[in-house]
């Protein structure tokens, strides 16, 4: 059973970092993109960025860019999001996400959400 | 980014009833469309990829079409657990982006 465990949010003030984690089981992590897709209260889903299944190459929303770094570690089945220099827009439920390429892109599997909350 | 125009944005139908949702994208993206919906509290479900192909598990009242430029999303016949929030997402072009979602609820 394919399993997305994301960890790491809170609540921080404007203008502070986060580290959110995601542990990956079930399935082989070192063949699939990953991605994280937030969410803000009220809102749609926002794909924040994305990492292919190597780490060689990232994608960034403009929003985060300069700003969130997306990184795995395939070893360990681990996807992570560093935050730096955050915004009160930044508030979102955060979900790990896999990405299936052989189904056009697809998120087919999203973890249980870890929730940011940045304070002014 | 592309953006995607869904519609309508909320809808009240009754267990039984066949119920349409469409998406039209700012610009082509070929079949690079999937649909999810979800619910409160929980995290988005794919139901439908590719535009048209059922994601597996999911129930076959759910059906996925495209007519000129815009995608529809249909439920031929609505289920207590269909009540729910869907999207349409285009994966054409990242960064991947979303409708605004249609709220389906009970009539």
């Known amino acids: 059973e394919v399993q997305l465990v994301e960890s790491g949010g809170g609540l921080v003030q404007t203008g502070g970092s986060l580290r959110l984690s995601c542990a990956a089981s079930?399935?082989?992590?070192?063949?699939?993109?990953m991605n994280w897709v937030r969410q803000a209260p009220g809102k749609g889903p926002e794909c924040v960025s994305r990492i292919d299944s190597d780490g060689s190459s990232t994608n960034y929303v403009d929003s985060v860019k300069g700003r969130f770094t997306i990184s795995r570690d395939n070893a360990k089945n681990t996807l992570s999001l560093q935050m730096n220099s955050l915004r009160v827009e930044d508030t979102a439920v955060y979900y790990c996400?896999?990405?299936?390429?052989?189904?056009?892109?697809?998120?087919?599997?999203w973890g249980q959400g870890t929730l940011v909350t940045v304070s002014s | 980014d592309i953006q995607m125009t869904q519609s309508p944005s909320s809808l009240s139908a009754s267990v039984g009833d066949r119920v349409t949702i469409t998406c039209r994208p700012s610009q082509s993206i070929s079949n690079y469309v999937n649909w999810y919906h979800q619910k409160p509290g929980k995290a988005p479900k794919l139901l439908i990829y590719a535009a048209s192909t059922l994601q597996k598990g999911v129930p076959s009242r759910f059906s996925g079409s495209t007519s000129g430029t815009d995608f529809t999303l249909t439920i031929s016949s609505l289920q207590p657990e269909d009540f729910a929030t869907y999207y349409c997402?285009?994966?054409?072009?990242?960064?991947?982006?979303f409708g605004q979602g249609t709220k389906v609820d009970i009539k």
């Open positions: 079930g399935f082989t992590f070192s063949a699939y993109w």
């Open positions: 996400v896999r990405g299936s390429a052989i189904q056009k892109n697809s998120n087919d599997y």
């Open positions: 997402q285009q994966s054409y072009i990242y960064p991947w982006t």
